[in-house]
């Protein structure tokens, strides 16, 4: 029977070869990405995610609706924001680096879920400042995707290995108590004694008491927002808040990371407007009209002149691609500090530190002085550009202390030019101080203002829960329309 | 199906039971009436018995037969089968015969086994030699195109060495890549592409085509195609088949009397530029529609023209340039070459009785269309075959080839694709080409938005210089008439080098236009190598037997191993110091490493038996399980059978005709199952880099003071529990032969279905991620396939052949994960988007349309310009409605003149040409009412809103003009921007003249006394004619920016047109003498 011989060693061959295959067959472990990570390797990812995020993303819509700068007249890589039309497809990119990351080595980097692990395998390893800046940073970050969206998945986001792959959406004032609550525990959990992170973070170097008074700073943040909204919140907030004798960032100290400007490592707005997309931004006639009137010396370093004519040319928001004319007729941000590879990313300045402070004393919750603040705060700003504002703020001086909150507003608003524009166009919407025109090109949209940002379309055609989408012109909870 | 196989395995030990009493010996020659070759391997039986024999080598036989004689019947496939009374005679020499009306024809089947066509079950269609090689293509899958019915083959554009996709029946695998698999002699190759890695991590930059490697075979060592179009004809190749084979036979040496024949094949072709934009010629250089033409602008937005001397251009050394000012119609073509490509070869084959050698040559050198790319190739083949003792066969085949090629790049960026685009109609492009005139530096030239094309080809390149080996070793063993068990291993191993470099340009001078306009680049230089490795290995054993007179079957068991590894590895330093100075040395800061490694094995084990009753019915079967690594441990093996029967009506109830030669029926069902790619069972970190829209920060991160490195959460959530895909398939089909076998005709039909697909489902990004591992989703095929074909005139010496191929291919994507309708493809600003939606064809174009009132007036805005639709409309598709061919042969003694065309209806493509042309009002479009004042017609603008908050419309009275307002340069620059971008999504039909070809051979009678066997002479011709869609006056709408798909991080990714090389049109001449 040699046939049966012949199937019979072909099977056992064959039997023999599936016996021993499971072991050749267990190859599939990614040999080009580890498994997992560490507090220590992810703390800087998310920290570095967050400010490109914030600097190359928010910032220049930021600083193009609070009119500090505008589309400029040879390209158009804006002229949807002047034209005020903010879509589902805008800020795709960045509420996947806010949240999610877009995967592979050299992507986005999901601020919020690497905060979250970095939290969790803190935590696990007993390495709680680690902890405690990691979900300080998820506040922050969530209060500003608040104030930019109103409402977002908050209570069930991140959770997507737990199965939860459709996050509800969290009313906004739920979310900001929920944001204080969320600060106690992390103050809680700081230990200036215990192991820091050192050098694995890039804001503060490690040094828990500057994370103590950012802390202090962010919670005082979350309740100014809330005034108008909110009065007796805020105010019962923020007396909470003083009685505990608090520390707040001082006016040299900013919430920042800095950048040495080598290939890979520039700032990212320079990246993002300088490197690849010249000529897109040019200085907002609002703006440098307003300093050139105050004679305010900090326009030279916001601002660089126009290469044709040599002055700080604003044009006006919104003509660029209508009847702008060149590109070099106009004063552009700064390319030495603003634009520069080596600018610093600011997330919470001293000085806004000290606008808020002066907010709360003038308006009588925290029993300090409102002017001796202001006067710091305007201060701070001038000196953060290098400027010396003691003659702004002396008696007779452009800016000198006239009593009213609309001016602390209106020096918070020149002081978030350059940095934090995303941070003006909010306190904007919040005090509507300046009065502001329309954009040229948003105007025959009717009475519409941005006064937020539409849920990006890559959430809502993935998340059933995700609510019906709100117009650009509604307000944002804390928003009373001035 | 066990039970089929049992039945199938008692059949055969029944059989070597078997005797019959026997008498006397009749023995005999077989010889072919061709030539009187002898015949071997020809089946001669005593009728009415199961004793037979098999010719020996030598054509002969001898068989023992009972004293009454009887009769003898001598079948062979491909031939007639005869019938002879032995009477008292003792020798039986017969001369046999190709069998024309039948369908006898035999074809490649699975593992290279040669099979009749009548006994197949499913649809294969072959393409023999002199098919493949009458366009002298240097790509046999080009060669192929219009040749197979419900093949989509594209080639994806104009470029050098370009890469060619070939679909069967329809996308089977949402995120798979769906691409056949190609077969060589039994052996699968591999038949990647990948696009060069961008220092700027775009994938959309500086997009450069490095061909598929499926192309890298020779033509001219083709012996024929075979394709399996369905599952059911590929089972047994598992999982990799589910998207059909391309099944390549290669030339063998033969037995010629031991006389060796050497081929000596050389063409020289000349390929000019097929289709280039349709332009305006009225209006010249200006801007903004301000009408002072800006000397230093790129669009042709100025006056119209007026013959009037004008400056142009900077002021180079105090000196300003004039010209008249007037259309160069013809300025974007003349910027294009004439591609040259001359191709040799020569092959030397022979053998005797026991070997066989095959040995070739072929060198291909071609200059492009575009200036300064080249492509060289040479492919070095040998193979031969041995019969060692008297049981055992071996051969082997090893294959050389090297490219080395300067292509061209396309996509977004500086390159002379696109900055040729940015060029005025006034303005000459060959008048940049002297790069020592100081008007075309970059310093002079005239605009600093886009850079001298000639600047760009001169130091720019993206050079590849590929090496591959591949080849296989064959041993077999026959201990029995009956038995034959083969071991075959093959190996694939290539490397590929690219080097792709973009100078730095610098505007040094400050007195010059660009100065302060432009902005210095960088540039960039990257070293890629895609390395590829492939290990295959069959265990065969196969038993063919008559098992009665009735019944014959053939039963075979194997076993496969398959190993695949791949690697992308690199460094690209993004910012350099030197100009000029190609090295990653030449780094200003760090320079980047990349590296991804990918290694999968796969076990298979299979079995087919086949059998065939009384030579019209046949019933075929197949089963095989596969191991795979990719899969988790617990679901890694997985089965998957398929079935299948062919009937031949007219023998079975002899009902052949003068009208009907023959007919035949078939049927059959078949799974195939599909693993998964690697690493998709877990979830990962990754090294971080946090990216803007345009560039990004990589790590290790560097503040200042510190350098820190950073991992990141992945954002897919892996799948530990992993199930494989699985495709399964029925098909019907008709086979016949009409008017004494000289009409052809075959109908197929299929319904596929593939489900549990493998795909990266999208979750809410707010979950942390923003994918999911999972099995779900599934995407059908129905179609219908026909070709018909055959001689349709014959008068004396003249012959006209004719074959015509159609087909219908409904494809649709039947779900996605639950509570999902979409995914996206392609969202990387790309307008408009490619989505997979569930009830539509796969991948379908997401665009931005213009809005519109219920009663369908343009609402437009207070400027006059229209304005978006809020909600983006789903328009268009990559499927093609129907493909046709139609392939035509005149012969006439020597000569021969044939031609093909072939035709793709319906379907979409986005072209960002079209767009650019709009932008820069160069387009004939632009010149819409020779630009004078326009109301956009049928239009309305809003007014307010009523009580129920709906809008109040009235209508428009706001002109576009070319001063302030609304400009009607606005109006079409804002498509470029993505408005209105349904306007450059394209109908993407097409018909093409793909080839022409007149051949004279010379008579017999004239080479008689030289040594030349046989001598053609021949001019040819390529994509001479080609029609489109009405509104595509751009583009081939066959371009694909993305080559073969497979764009780093996206497969699939078809149906954009990014500042491609135009198609071409290629004249030759074609030399080919045998000595």
Not at chain 2, 298 to 326: M, T
Request: hydrophobic share 35%; net charge negative; with cysteine.
């Amino acid at each position: 029977m040699k046939i049966n011989k012949i199937v019979f060693g072909v099977a056992m061959m064959a039997g023999m070869v599936m016996t021993s295959c499971e072991d050749v067959l267990d190859i599939n472990t990614d040999p080009n990405n580890p498994p997992t990570s560490t507090p220590q390797l992810t703390l800087p990812a998310a920290q570095v995610g967050l400010a490109t995020t914030l600097e190359s993303q928010y910032n220049i819509l930021g600083s193009i609706l609070a009119h500090y700068w505008t589309q400029g007249p040879t390209a158009s890589q804006y002229s949807g924001f002047e034209q005020y039309n903010i879509t589902t497809t805008n800020f795709v990119g960045a509420w996947q680096a806010m949240y999610s990351g877009s995967g592979g080595a050299g992507f986005d980097t999901g601020v919020l879920s690497d905060l979250k692990f970095v939290k969790t395998a803190a935590l696990e390893d007993n390495l709680n400042n680690y902890a405690a800046i990691a979900q300080l940073l998820q506040v922050y970050s969530f209060q500003i995707l608040v104030d930019l969206y109103d409402q977002v998945p908050y209570s069930e986001a991140l959770r997507g290995k737990e199965g939860i792959l459709s996050p509800r959406f969290d009313a906004g004032a739920e979310i900001y108590d929920d944001l204080v609550v969320k600060i106690d525990e992390a103050m809680g959990w700081i230990d200036p004694t215990a192991p820091g992170p050192g050098t694995a973070d890039l804001i503060f170097g490690g040094n828990m008491n500057l994370w103590t008074r950012f802390a202090n700073t962010l919670k005082l943040k979350i309740y100014i927002r809330q005034a108008f909204a909110r009065p007796a919140v805020a105010q019962a907030g923020i007396a909470a808040l003083y009685a505990t004798n608090p520390q707040f960032l001082e006016g040299s100290q900013h919430a920042m990371i800095t950048f040495s400007g080598s290939t890979g490592n520039e700032n990212p707005l320079w990246q993002e407007l300088d490197s690849t997309t010249p000529q897109n931004v040019v200085a907002s006639l609002t703006s440098t009209q307003r300093l050139l009137d105050a004679a305010d010396s900090r326009i030279t370093v916001l601002y660089d002149p126009a290469p044709t004519g040599g002055q700080y040319t604003g044009l006006k928001q919104g003509t660029g691609t209508t009847d702008g004319g060149q590109y070099n007729n106009y004063a552009r941000p700064d390319a030495s500090i603003i634009l520069s590879t080596t600018a610093p990313v600011i997330l919470m300045s001293g000085y806004e530190s000290l606008f808020l402070q002066a907010e709360a004393a003038q308006r009588g919750w925290s029993g300090q002085s409102a002017q001796a603040l202001y006067n710091a705060a305007v201060l701070a700003s001038f000196s953060f550009w290098g400027q010396n504002g003691a003659s702004f703020i002396a008696p007779g001086g452009a800016y000198a202390y006239n009593n009213t909150l609309d001016q602390i507003y209106y020096q918070k608003w020149l002081s978030f030019n350059g940095k934090q524009g995303y941070e003006g166009w909010t306190e904007w919407r919040r005090t509507g101080v300046p009065a502001l025109t329309k954009s040229v090109q948003g105007a025959p949209l009717g009475n519409v203002f941005p006064l937020r940002l539409i849920w990006p379309t890559n959430e809502t055609s993935s998340n059933p829960n995700a609510p019906t989408l709100q117009a650009v012109d509604t307000p944002v909870w804390w928003d009373t329309t001035f | 199906m066990r039970k089929f196989l049992l039945v199938g395995l008692l059949s055969f030990v029944v059989m070597a039971h078997h005797a019959i009493a026997q008498d006397r010996t009749v023995s005999g020659k077989v010889t072919a009436s061709e030539d009187g070759a002898a015949l071997p391997g020809v089946n001669v039986v005593l009728k009415g018995t199961a004793t037979g024999a098999v010719t020996d080598s030598e054509g002969n036989f001898a068989l023992r037969v009972p004293n009454a004689g009887g009769t003898l019947v001598f079948s062979f496939i491909g031939l007639q089968t005869q019938e002879i009374e032995i009477g008292s005679r003792s020798t039986v020499d017969v001369i046999m015969t190709q069998d024309a009306k039948q369908l006898g024809e035999v074809v490649v089947t699975s593992f290279g086994i040669e099979r009749e066509r009548k006994a197949l079950g499913y649809s294969v269609q072959e393409v023999k030699s002199e098919d493949l090689v009458v366009g002298r293509q240097t790509s046999v899958l080009n060669s192929l195109q219009g040749k197979i019915a419900g093949a989509q083959i594209s080639n994806a554009g104009g470029g050098l060495g370009s890469s060619t996709r070939v679909v069967l029946r329809g996308p089977t695998s949402l995120l798979g890549n769906n691409q056949a698999l190609f077969v060589v002699d039994g052996v699968p190759i591999n038949n990647s592409s990948n696009s060069n890695v961008q220092a700027s991590g775009n994938f959309f930059d500086n997009v450069v085509d490095g061909g598929n490697r499926a192309n890298d075979l020779n033509p001219e060592d083709i012996e024929s195609v075979s394709v399996l179009k369905g599952p059911a004809a590929a089972a047994l190749y598992g999982s990799r088949a589910a998207s059909g084979v391309i099944l390549i036979t290669t030339k063998k040496g033969k037995n010629i009397n031991g006389k060796n024949e050497v081929v000596f094949n050389s063409s020289y072709q000349l390929s000019k530029v097929l289709v280039t934009p349709k332009l305006q010629n009225r209006f010249g250089q200006g801007q903004l529609g301000d009408n002072q033409s800006y000397l230093n602008d790129q669009e042709s937005w100025g006056d119209p023209f007026d013959n009037s001397l004008r400056p142009y251009g900077a002021i180079v050394n105090n000196i300003q340039q004039y010209k008249r000012y007037a259309a160069l119609p013809t300025n974007i073509e003349d910027f294009y070459e004439i591609g040259k490509s001359f191709q040799n070869s020569l092959s030397l084959s022979g053998g005797n009785d026991k070997s066989t050698y095959y040995l070739s040559f072929t060198d291909l050198a071609q200059t492009g269309v575009i200036k300064t790319t080249d492509y060289h190739r040479n492919n070095f083949t040998l193979n031969g075959s041995t019969q060692l003792a008297n049981k055992l066969r071996s051969s082997a085949s090893i294959n050389y080839v090297r490219i080395n090629a300067n292509l061209p790049q396309t996509g977004q960026r500086n390159h002379a694709m696109s900055n040729i685009l940015n060029v005025p109609r006034d303005y000459s492009i060959r008048d940049f080409e002297d790069l020592n005139n100081p008007f075309n530096t970059p310093d002079g030239f005239f605009t600093p938005f886009a850079v001298n094309p000639y600047y760009t080809l001169a130091h720019d390149y993206a050079h590849q210089d590929m090496n591959r080996v591949y080849g296989n070793f064959q041993l077999s063993y026959q201990p029995l008439d009956w038995m034959t068990a083969t071991a075959r291993v093959g190996t694939d191993v290539s490397s590929d080098e690219r080097n792709t470099f973009a100078d730095i340009v610098e505007y040094n001078n400050p007195a010059g236009p660009n100065y302060q306009g432009a902005f210095n680049y960088n540039g960039e230089y990257t070293e890629q190598r895609l390395n590829n490795r492939e290990l295959d290995a069959n265990f065969i054993l196969s038993m063919t037997k008559k098992i009665s007179e009735r019944f014959e079957g053939t039963w075979l068991v194997g076993y496969n191993f398959n190993q695949r590894n791949a690697s992308n590895t690199g460094a690209t330093a993004p910012d350099l110091t030197i100009p000029g100075y190609d090295n990653l040395g030449n780094v200003n800061g760090n320079y980047v490493a990349f590296g991804a490694f990918q290694k999968r094995r796969l076990f298979g084990a299979y079995t087919s038996l086949d059998l065939s009753y009384n030579g019209y019915l046949f019933l075929g079967a197949t089963y095989r399980n596969d191991w795979s690594s990719t899969l988790p441990k617990g679901n890694n093996s997985f089965g998957y059978p398929s079935v299948n029967m062919s009937f031949v009506i007219t023998d079975a109830f002899e009902v052949s005709n003068n009208v009907l030669s023959s007919a035949k029926i078939r049927a059959s069902y078949a799974e195939v199952g599909n693993d998964a790619n690697p690493y998709q069972t877990a979830s990962i970190f990754n090294q971080a880099g946090p990216t803007g829209a345009f560039a990004g920060i990589t790590f290790p991160f560097n503040n200042g003071s510190v350098i820190v490195p950073g991992f990141s959460e992945g954002d897919v959530i892996g799948n530990p529990n992993l199930q494989p895909e699985i495709t399964k398939s029925v098909e019907f089909g008709l086979d016949t032969r009409l008017f004494e076998g000289k009409i052809s005709l075959d109908v197929a039909y299929y319904d596929s279905k593939s489900e549990s697909q493998i795909l990266n489902a999208a979750v809410a990004p707010s979950s942390g991620y923003n994918t999911q591992v999972i099995n779900v989703g599934s995407v059908s095929n129905k179609g219908v396939e026909v070709t018909l074909g055959g001689r349709v005139l014959s008068l004396g010496d003249f012959n006209w052949d004719l074959s015509v191929n159609f087909a219908k291919n409904k494809n649709r994507v039947e779900e996605l994960n639950s509570g999902n309708t979409e995914l996206t493809l392609v969202n990387q600003g790309l307008t408009p988007g490619l989505k997979i939606r569930v009830g539509e064809p796969y991948g379908v174009f997401e665009a931005t349309t213009t809005l519109r009132t219920a009663d369908g007036k343009i609402v437009v805005g207070n400027d006059g310009i229209p304005l978006d639709d809020p909600n983006p409309v789903y328009i268009g598709t990559l499927q093609p409605d129907w493909t046709g061919g139609l392939s035509s042969t005149l012969s006439f003694r020597g000569l021969s003149l044939s031609a093909t065309l072939d035709t793709r209806q319906g379907g979409n493509i986005v072209s960002s040409t079209m767009a650019q042309l709009y932008f820069n009002g160069q387009l004939e479009e632009t010149a819409f009412n020779d630009r004078e004042e326009w109301i956009v017609p049928n239009s309305v603008v809003q007014t307010g809103t009523d009580e129920n908050n709906q809008p109040i419309y009235e209508p428009n009275t706001t002109p576009l003009t070319m001063y302030g307002g609304g400009t009607y340069r606005q109006y079409w620059a804002n498509i470029q921007g993505g408005a209105r971008n349904d306007e450059v999504l394209l109908d993407a039909s097409f018909i093409k003249l793909r080839e022409i070809a007149l051949n004279y051979s010379l008579p017999k009678s004239l080479l008689e006394k030289t040594p030349f066997g046989n001598v053609t002479i021949g001019v040819l011709g390529r994509n001479l004619w080609l029609h489109t869609a009405k509104n595509n006056h751009v583009i081939d709408p066959e371009a694909n920016a993305f080559g073969a798909g497979n764009a780093p991080g996206f497969v699939n990714v078809q149906g954009y047109e990014f500042y491609g090389i135009p198609t071409q049109a290629t004249y030759g001449v074609n030399l080919r003498a045998t000595f």
